[in-house]
């Protein structure tokens, strides 16, 4: 009987001495809470072992741990684990890095086959999720702080267990995690939905100005004049899609948000039925069928990508 890919990455963990773990350009808790996690259970479990979590800081999630400055230079043929990202060009921090075999670890729909071994459980609520499955499941140990972590970014990945990859797996999972490190919830949740003041004013400024389409098409362009009077970054807004979901005239809503220093619009989509990845996928984007982000250069590409998903709405009251 073919041995499943948990006891095949396990094995591999087991073999190398150096172990690079990275995840997605421009992460959400998710991505950074799994990539610390994994981290953090191979070194309590082999302290020997050399294992970097690598990527840019976000100074609102150094609570989950910090990362770690990687000399390349004295690495040589390294494992290295790619977490929450479906492609290679999507991962952050491994430029330079001489790696022998790659594993994935993901819940992003991905055709193709891009590491030696994957995990990918595309119905999966988070990352997190799969990779406190796999943590559960060998021999890697779990600490209160990897525990915390792994509750955190699948809270913040079903968005508090409201989305639809939220499955009897995903409880069974955290009723394991509470019961064997009796996880304080109230503190870790003032961790996650703390804010300060000008954030909440932000987020009522993009509340009045959301536009709607007929055909129930919601989106607010975002300008760096805007960003500035609220005191918040080109980032602030990815924070805050998923609050503007059950609004009951919105289908499919969209903030699109320029970033200035790399010159493009940044583009969040979420959808209450309409399937918006393969439109993202058009406009240098992607992500899940109901919760996709795209990139655009120019302004005419994000007015086509709205036209696009504006028809995609239209479709769909039309099917429905
Ligand atoms: P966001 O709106 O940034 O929270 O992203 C929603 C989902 O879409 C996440 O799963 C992202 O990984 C994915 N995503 C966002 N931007 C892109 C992109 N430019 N290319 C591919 N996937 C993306």
Redesign the pocket.
């Known amino acids: 009987m073919a041995m499943d890919s948990k006891k095949i990455i396990y094995k591999k963990i087991k073999k190398y001495d150096t172990i690079v773990v990275a995840r ?1 350009i ?1 992460p ?1 808790p998710d991505a950074i809470a799994s990539q610390v996690a994994l981290r953090d259970a191979i070194r309590v479990t082999f302290p020997q072992k050399k294992v970097l979590a690598v990527g840019t800081s976000i100074n609102k999630f150094k609570y989950f741990g910090l990362l770690d400055k990687a000399d390349f230079d004295s690495i040589k043929d390294a494992l290295l684990i790619i977490l ?4 290679i060009d ?1 991962v952050d921090g491994i430029e330079g890095l001489s790696y022998k075999e790659v594993i994935k670890i993901d819940h ?1 729909p991905c055709e193709k086959k891009i590491a030696n071994i994957e995990l990918v459980e595309e119905t999966a609520s988070s990352t997190c999720q799969i990779i406190a499955d796999f943590l559960l499941k060998t021999p890697l140990k779990i600490n209160q702080t990897i525990a915390n972590n792994l509750f955190l970014g699948i809270v913040s990945d079903s968005d508090r267990f409201l989305l639809s990859y939220t499955t009897a797996k995903t409880f069974q999972i955290v009723s394991k995690l509470i019961d064997q490190f009796s996880i304080d919830f109230v503190s870790l949740y003032n961790r996650l939905y703390e804010r300060p003041l000008n954030e909440i004013q932000f987020h009522g400024y993009l509340a009045q100005h959301l536009n709607l389409t007929e055909n129930g098409l919601a989106y607010v362009k975002i300008t760096p004049e805007i960003l500035k009077e609220y005191g918040v970054d080109h980032g602030t807004p ?1 924070n805050m ?1 998923n609050d503007f979901n059950f609004i009951k005239e919105v289908l499919v809503w969209i903030f699109i948000t320029y970033d200035e220093k790399n010159e493009l619009f ?5 959808s209450r039925g309409p399937i918006v ?1 393969e439109t ?2 058009k406009y ?5 069928k109901f ?5 655009c250069k120019e302004e005419n590409e994000v007015n086509n990508l709205l036209k696009d998903l504006d028809k995609i709405c239209k479709e769909f009251k039309i099917q429905k």
Do not use: L, Q
């Not at 940044?266 to 979420?270: H, L, S, Y």
């Not at 240098?284 to 899940?288: I, K, V």
């Open positions: 997605h421009g959400d929450d990202v479906p492609t999507r992003h990815s899609i940044k583009v969040n989509i979420r990845n993202a996928e240098n984007g992607g992500g899940h919760a996709s982000g795209a990139r």
